[in-house]
């Protein structure tokens, strides 16, 4: 949305780009504290359901035009400040997008200015829209365990079936050549 900062009582409309295979839209927001609010799903059949499964709200809006996923909020309060997100999941892969932040303007006076000698340095900025960690590489390891576990237990398990199968083999061929070797001739 164009409106960064928006006033008490304004309309604030946010919006969201979806995927070609996409089955709907999560709004949620991000309070002050970083606790996550449902506000609705959006279905790709344009079915709205807010939160209690209520199929309409007084306090936002949501639609969906072409693949553009609208959220209005009718008018913005205090208890409405906080990052906004989109979450679609495509082809069973969960997608964030990156954050709208919306928060009251608030009055700033100015502090006393630091000379650059005694400022701390090595502080670092915050990711202003963080990334959804990639999924291959912390559940890959998981799911590798996993799988080796399923692999390699079955494996191991024919292969002493088989290593056993074998001992009893020569064993019962050694006691039948012995039998042989004592009949008369």
């Known amino acids: 949305s164009s409106i960064t900062q928006p006033r008490l009582g304004q309309k604030l409309e946010l919006e969201c780009l979806g995927a070609r295979e996409d089955s709907g839209v999560f709004w949620v927001r991000q309070d002050k504290d970083g606790t996550l609010h449902f506000i609705v799903f959006i279905s790709s059949l344009l079915r709205t359901t807010f939160k209690g499964n209520e199929r309409t709200s007084t306090r936002f809006e949501a639609r969906k035009l072409g693949s553009v996923y609208h959220l209005v909020v009718k008018s913005f309060t205090s208890g409405d400040e906080g990052n906004y997100f989109c979450l679609m999941n495509s082809n069973q892969v969960l997608y964030f997008s990156c954050g709208q932040p919306a928060f009251i303007p608030v009055t700033i006076t100015t502090a006393p200015t630091v000379p650059a000698s005694t400022a701390q340095s090595g502080i670092t ?23 080796d576990i399923f692999i390699w237990v079955p494996l191991s398990g024919a292969c002493l079936l088989l290593l056993i199968a074998l001992i009893v083999t020569t064993v019962l061929c050694q006691q039948t050549r012995r039998r042989r070797c004592r009949c008369k001739r």
Do not use: A, I, R, Y
Not at 134 to 147: I, M, S, V, Y
């Open 125 to 147: 900025k915050n990711d202003s829209c963080p990334k959804t960690p990639d999924p291959e590489t912390g559940k890959e390891k998981q799911l590798n365990f996993f799988c």
